[in-house]
């Protein structure tokens, strides 16, 4: 066993090497059911972060990863990547173009409900933080295993919100309304 | 649909080899590293699948910074090259290394970099590669300078070189900094010195390697990168 790199921060100035054009499409723009997922990033004093990537990993609306380690063979969309990738505006705004996905299989013969994976990486992260988006109004909520573990006065922090052409997810890096952080 | 197997989870982090989120010396982690406690997420197949990238985003002199611009970039040509392997030691291959650094007098070709040293007009300072299928990735560039930053009294970076991989999984998703041997910033760098354990804190920094320069032309540094590792192989099919 050889031991793992050690993780640094991104640092300010990663608009250099990291974003694309097209990161923020996890589809195409005109994918069938696809909406914009917005959200702010801001700090412990209520500040917006502007110097802050996004990064999301999610199945596809069957619930499949585009990926060969998904035992149940490939995506059934055309066109889905499941990635994307925006940096945070001055505002400290974010915005990716997704679908709903599917439901996932969890351990233990569990279903996990509809669910994206969210990296946060920034100036003063020495090391990426995790998080989880689920969605409002979804009745898998109430059984998702990841879910129903978290502190039921946190848990709101990891639900996304309706808005006009999407959903909402805002992301509290610390204080009052931090949102829930994983690791594994 | 055929029975099927959940990939093997990945290893954990090992307490003083990763940094931790808030460190007193590092200004910037004050108000944005988190207070509660982090929650551990078990590895499921959101975790343990991840985004293959690479495949149409290189372009053939994505590696090569000191080709993307008419003329040639001031500084000391280097070459970085490494190979990229998981826990098990096994080769990451196929898989997209994205880089991005300081010019030779370290400045970002940046609009937040307020660094009074000269921008240079060759130099853009992003690399991306992908491992070739022995895990290996090289890149031709400069070698960055240090510069100075507002974190304390008269402070200063290291020379480094941003690096991001993915791995292929979510769990393996790394951002770090490749750092030259010897320099003498490091003991005042808290960033570089957020890594508690110094065995693990030296592999960060890469090795000169006077068998791989080119002669003259330029001086090489290798870096290997290790990503988490699996907890267990997979069982075969029986």
Same mark, same amino acid.
């Given at each position: 066993?050889?031991?793992?790199?050690?993780?640094?921060?991104? $640092?300010?100035?990663?608009?250099? !090497?990291?974003?694309?054009?097209?990161?923020?499409?996890?589809?195409? +723009?005109?994918?069938?059911?696809?909406?914009?997922?917005?959200?702010?990033?801001?700090?412990?004093?209520?500040?917006?972060?502007p110097d802050a990537l996004i990064e999301t990993w999610q199945?596809?609306?069957?619930?499949?990863?585009?990926? *060969?380690?998904?035992?149940?063979?490939? %995506?059934?969309?055309? $066109?889905?990547? $499941?990635?994307?990738?925006?940096?945070?505006?001055?505002?400290?705004?974010?915005?990716?173009?997704?679908?709903?996905?599917?439901?996932?299989?969890? *351990? /233990?013969?569990?279903?996990?409900?509809?669910?994206?994976?969210?990296?946060?990486?920034?100036?003063?992260?020495?090391?990426?933080?995790?998080?989880? =988006?689920?969605?409002?109004?979804?009745?898998?909520?109430? !059984?998702? *295993?990841?879910?129903?573990?978290?502190?039921?006065?946190?848990?709101?922090?990891?639900?996304? #919100?309706?808005?006009?052409?999407?959903?909402?997810?805002? =992301?509290?890096?610390?204080?009052?309304?931090?949102? %829930?952080?994983?690791?594994? | 649909?055929?029975?099927? &197997?959940?990939?093997?989870?990945?290893?954990? /982090? %090992?307490?003083?080899?990763?940094?931790?989120?808030?460190?007193?010396?590092?200004?910037?982690?004050?108000?944005?590293?988190?207070?509660?406690?982090?929650?551990?997420?078990?590895?499921?197949?959101?975790e343990l699948t991840g985004p293959l990238l690479g495949e149409?985003?290189? $372009?053939?002199?994505?590696?090569?910074?000191?080709?993307?611009?008419?003329?040639?970039?001031?500084?000391?040509?280097?070459? %970085?090259?490494?190979?990229?392997?998981?826990?098990?030691?096994?080769?990451?291959?196929?898989?997209?290394? +994205?880089?991005?650094?300081? @010019?030779?007098? !370290?400045?970002?070709?940046?609009?937040?970099?307020?660094?009074?040293?000269?921008?240079?007009? @060759?130099?853009?300072?992003? !690399?991306?590669?992908?491992?070739?299928?022995?895990?290996?990735?090289?890149?031709?560039?400069? #070698?960055?300078?240090?510069?100075?930053?507002?974190?304390?009294?008269?402070?200063?970076?290291?020379?480094? &070189?941003?690096?991001?991989?993915?791995?292929?999984?979510?769990?393996?998703?790394?951002?770090?900094?490749?750092?030259?041997?010897?320099?003498?910033?490091?003991?005042?760098?808290?960033?570089?010195?957020?890594?508690?354990?110094?065995?693990?804190?030296?592999?960060?920094?890469?090795?000169?390697?006077?068998?791989?320069?080119?002669?003259?032309?330029?001086?090489?540094?290798?870096?290997?990168?290790?990503?988490?590792?699996?907890?267990?192989?997979?069982? +075969?099919?029986?």
């Amino acid at each position: 066993m050889i031991l793992p790199t050690p993780s640094q921060t991104v $640092g300010p100035f990663f608009s250099l !090497g990291l974003p694309w054009s097209d990161g923020p499409y996890a589809v195409p +723009e005109d994918a069938p059911g696809a909406f914009w997922l917005r959200g702010v990033v801001v700090d412990g004093a209520g500040e917006p972060v502007p110097d802050a990537l996004i990064e999301t990993w999610q199945a596809d609306p069957a619930g499949r990863f585009d990926h *060969p380690d998904d035992p149940r063979g490939a %995506v059934a969309t055309p $066109g889905f990547r $499941g990635f994307a990738r925006c940096p945070t505006d001055a505002e400290g705004r974010w915005a990716i173009r997704t679908v709903r996905p599917g439901p996932v299989p969890g *351990p /233990d013969g569990t279903l996990q409900a509809p669910h994206i994976d969210v990296s946060v990486l920034a100036r003063g992260l020495l090391d990426r933080l995790v998080t989880r =988006i689920y969605f409002p109004d979804e009745p898998a909520n109430a !059984g998702d *295993p990841v879910l129903s573990g978290i502190d039921p006065i946190r848990r709101p922090t990891l639900v996304a #919100k309706e808005s006009d052409d999407g959903l909402v997810f805002d =992301i509290t890096l610390q204080g009052d309304h931090e949102t %829930v952080f994983f690791a594994f | 649909m055929a029975e099927w &197997i959940t990939p093997a989870p990945y290893r954990s /982090d %090992v307490e003083g080899e990763q940094p931790p989120l808030a460190v007193p010396t590092y200004g910037s982690t004050a108000l944005r590293s988190p207070r509660q406690p982090l929650v551990v997420l078990p590895q499921g197949l959101t975790e343990l699948t991840g985004p293959l990238l690479g495949e149409g985003r290189v $372009g053939a002199l994505d590696h090569d910074l000191t080709r993307q611009h008419e003329g040639e970039p001031q500084g000391e040509r280097i070459e %970085v090259f490494g190979r990229v392997l998981d826990g098990d030691g096994r080769p990451v291959r196929d898989t997209l290394v +994205e880089m991005w650094q300081t @010019n030779a007098a !370290g400045r970002y070709r940046h609009a937040g970099d307020r660094h009074p040293a000269p921008l240079d007009p @060759n130099f853009t300072g992003a !690399g991306r590669a992908m491992t070739d299928g022995e895990g290996r990735y090289r890149f031709v560039t400069i #070698k960055p300078g240090a510069y100075p930053w507002r974190n304390h009294h008269n402070a200063w970076r290291p020379a480094h &070189i941003h690096f991001s991989l993915f791995g292929q999984a979510f769990t393996q998703r790394l951002v770090t900094q490749m750092y030259f041997p010897n320099d003498p910033l490091f003991d005042q760098d808290p960033i570089f010195n957020s890594i508690r354990d110094p065995a693990a804190r030296q592999r960060l920094v890469s090795a000169f390697d006077l068998d791989a320069t080119t002669p003259e032309w330029s001086l090489a540094y290798r870096f290997d990168i290790v990503l988490r590792g699996r907890e267990a192989t997979p069982m +075969e099919d029986a």
